[in-house]
């Protein structure tokens, strides 16, 4: 984590390596078996690496492109921009570009590889269901996300579950090496593969998912702590969460892709075994743990 004076978050950063470890290890464990198979990875890992790398290093603008958000300067969004420099200059950190995205659904993302090439976006539906103080709240969970460079993480966290789909397609089209069969005769290589790489998948995503989880819950704290008000967070947790009820299917729909990175997520009304895939903790979670802030910070902890 870069200097600043968001709370320091050791969970998360060991969280961070052990998710970046253990993808990683899954990754190379995958290339091999497909190697062994005679399955040709250096043109799959050409391209997978060079879109990793156009997605690292354009996450900012890819984002905000996908949210159709734009940029506001100080004079377009004056209180945006005011808000963001006061909580910017209390945590000590460079201030982000700040955008504005036209869609209903409440919410807020914050993006980039680090803080100097980051952006914080809220939405207009955003704007208009939360008072200052709450909005406040918002962004500096928001920017918490920026400090603890999270979001480069889980940007190349959640890219090696699809060089797993990448290299299976590519292996299928390519003709698996010009074997039907393993050198035993057992299952088709194109079997072998499938398995491999929904094995690899299914891992990859419930870690990138259990850190997204416990990165939220991280903002939260370090948000509530920087601002010293969790109850205002609360607030806009339970006022957002509440709204996105009345916010047509269809958009939600639109905007679930997009979750991983939304302040709160956009649900359409799946529950039960979701609650595993999710990725964001509980409602309830999430305001407990606030209330325990709050409790510490009342008697001065």
Do not use: W
């Not at 420099?85 to 460079?94: E, G, K, N, Q, T």
């Not at 269901?129 to 889980?154: C, K, N, Q, T, Y």
């Amino acid at each position: 984590m870069a200097h600043t004076r968001f709370a320091p978050d050791r969970g998360l950063t060991s969280r961070m390596v052990v998710t970046m470890f253990l993808l990683g290890l899954l990754y190379v464990v995958f290339v091999s078996v497909l190697v062994a198979l005679g399955v040709r990875t250096i043109l799959v890992l050409l391209i997978a690496g060079g879109t990793l790398l156009v997605q690292y290093f354009m996450s900012d603008r890819i984002a905000l492109f996908a949210m159709h958000g734009r940029e506001v300067t100080a004079q377009q969004a004056p209180e945006l921009h005011g808000m963001v420099d006061r909580l910017c200059a209390m945590a000590d950190m460079p201030r982000p570009r700040v955008a504005i995205a036209d869609s209903d659904v409440p919410n807020a993302f914050a993006t980039g590889r680090n803080q100097k090439h980051s952006v914080v976006c809220v939405t207009t539906g955003l704007l208009r269901r939360l008072d200052r103080a709450e909005l406040e709240g918002v962004l500096a969970h928001e920017l918490s996300h920026v400090a603890h460079r999270d979001v480069a993480v889980m940007t190349i966290a959640s890219f090696l579950g699809i060089v797993a789909g990448l290299m299976t397609r590519f292996a299928l089209y390519s003709g698996l090496g010009g074997r039907d069969r393993d050198d035993r005769g057992g299952l088709p290589i194109g079997l072998i593969i499938m398995l491999v790489s929904a094995v690899v998948y299914a891992i990859s995503f419930l870690l990138t998912r259990a850190l997204s989880r416990y990165r939220e819950l991280a903002a939260d704290r370090a948000g509530a702590l920087l601002t010293q008000r969790p109850s205002l967070l609360a607030s806009a947790l339970v006022k957002i969460s509440g709204e996105m009820a009345r916010i047509p299917t269809r958009d939600l729909r639109e905007a679930e892709p997009f979750n991983a990175f939304f302040f709160a997520p956009a649900l359409s009304g799946r529950a039960g075994l979701a609650s595993l895939f999710a990725t964001h903790p509980p409602l309830d979670r999430r305001l407990a743990q606030l209330a325990e802030i709050s409790a510490r910070l009342g008697q001065g902890v």
